[in-house]
């Protein structure tokens, strides 16, 4: 069951990575975990050595022991006019161990937005990252 639930999340994921990604995950400890995704075809590649997916997964099988998060940042192939850089899309999803699976739950936008923009210490505004797309 937990691989069916582990199935549904990295299909969510891969569904956003239309050329390249980057995907943060948090576990459950604080111990941050980074992967690059690139899509080949209709396949999407985990970092550069092969092994990688499987030691994704079993960071997420292992990491998610009460509540994690993931960061997903897509790379598209739009370029903002203002700054000539390439559109990123920004998506954060709340991960929390259910029984023998681990679900997951898509933070809105908005609230990306107010996540991304916000000293985490202070609380105060931070200057707004150009060419984001909050998703």
């Keep these: 069951m937990i691989q069916n639930s582990l199935s549904s999340l990295l299909l969510e994921l891969e569904s956003h990575c239309n050329s390249s990604a980057i995907v943060t995950f948090l576990d459950s400890d604080g111990e941050v975990f980074v992967v690059d995704l690139e899509r080949k075809k209709n396949q999407v ?54 029984d023998d699976r681990i679900e997951f739950n898509k933070i809105s936008a908005k609230m990306m937005f107010a996540c991304h923009n916000t000293d985490a210490e202070t609380g105060e505004p931070r200057p707004l990252e150009q060419s984001v797309r909050y998703c």
């Design 45 to 98: 590649i985990y970092g550069y050595q092969r092994g990688v997916k499987e030691q994704f997964m079993l960071r997420l099988l292992r990491g998610v022991q009460t509540q994690a998060s993931i960061i997903l940042r897509s790379f598209t192939d739009e370029v903002d006019q203002y700054t000539n850089l390439p559109v990123k899309e920004l998506r954060g999803y709340i991960l929390q161990r259910k």
